[in-house]
């Protein structure tokens, strides 16, 4: 018989989790080649002082050699995140685009909705890795999270849950891949590429 599956509590959380290291390195031989990243927060209720995810993106992405290309607040409304995101890729501005909030469950969470048709491309691996990391923050409760990814006009677009720690878990996936130096392979790599027919 099978044991049953028990979230760990915190104060089990180090001691049974199983522990994910992440592969590949920084090869630090090579230039840092900075990426063009916009930030959108989606929320009902935050404005731009109280939107403490969107700061932390943006402390993370700067802090980390980027281009803080911009930033928004929209409401949790499909046409609205899609307005903002269609924007900013014709613009020809940004490389890549986070978004943070609405990934969860309630009727208000309409990010994936508005995001996930845009898809030219799927990239699978975010959500599954993301979840691997989460799960040793939140447990089961990274369940409610639908966090995405994906490729639209040869653009990077993210989304992110909108809790603070929900965010620096992203940009733990996230980061390293918008990192030039990582090897054996990065996300900047296949940006000159990602429109070729």
């Given at each position: 018989m099978?044991?049953?599956?028990?979230?760990?509590?915190?104060?089990?959380a180090t001691n049974t989790a199983?522990?994910?290291?992440?592969?590949?390195?920084?090869?630090?031989s090579?230039?840092?080649?900075?990426?063009r990243i916009?930030?959108l927060?989606?929320?009902?209720?935050?404005?731009?002082?109280?939107?403490?995810?969107?700061?932390?993106?943006a402390?993370?992405?700067t802090?980390?050699?980027?281009?803080?290309a911009a930033?928004g607040i929209?409401?949790?409304d499909?046409?609205?995140i899609r307005?903002?995101?269609?924007t900013?890729?014709a613009?020809?501005?940004v490389d890549?685009?986070?978004?943070?909030?609405?990934?969860?469950l309630?009727?208000r969470?309409?990010?994936?909705e508005?995001v996930?048709?845009?898809?030219d491309?799927?990239i699978?691996?975010?959500s599954?890795?993301?979840h691997?990391v989460s799960y040793?923050a939140?447990?089961l409760?990274?369940?409610q999270?639908?966090?995405t990814a994906?490729?639209?006009?040869g653009?990077?677009?993210?989304?992110l849950?909108?809790s603070n720690?929900?965010?620096?878990d992203?940009w733990?996936?996230?980061?390293?891949?918008?990192?030039s130096?990582?090897?054996p392979?990065?996300?900047?790599?296949?940006?000159?590429?990602?429109?070729e027919?």
């Amino acid at each position: 018989m099978n044991a049953p599956l028990v979230p760990p509590t915190k104060a089990s959380a180090t001691n049974t989790a199983p522990s994910i290291r992440a592969g590949g390195r920084i090869d630090e031989s090579l230039a840092r080649v900075p990426v063009r990243i916009a930030v959108l927060t989606v929320s009902d209720t935050r404005d731009e002082e109280s939107d403490t995810s969107g700061h932390v993106l943006a402390d993370k992405i700067t802090g980390a050699g980027h281009t803080l290309a911009a930033r928004g607040i929209v409401l949790d409304d499909v046409e609205a995140i899609r307005a903002q995101i269609l924007t900013w890729i014709a613009s020809g501005e940004v490389d890549c685009i986070i978004t943070t909030g609405g990934t969860g469950l309630t009727g208000r969470d309409v990010t994936p909705e508005a995001v996930e048709p845009l898809y030219d491309k799927r990239i699978e691996g975010f959500s599954v890795v993301f979840h691997m990391v989460s799960y040793q923050a939140v447990g089961l409760s990274t369940l409610q999270s639908r966090a995405t990814a994906g490729l639209i006009k040869g653009v990077f677009v993210f989304c992110l849950p909108g809790s603070n720690g929900a965010v620096k878990d992203g940009w733990s996936v996230i980061g390293p891949q918008l990192d030039s130096r990582h090897m054996p392979c990065n996300l900047v790599e296949l940006m000159p590429r990602l429109l070729e027919k």
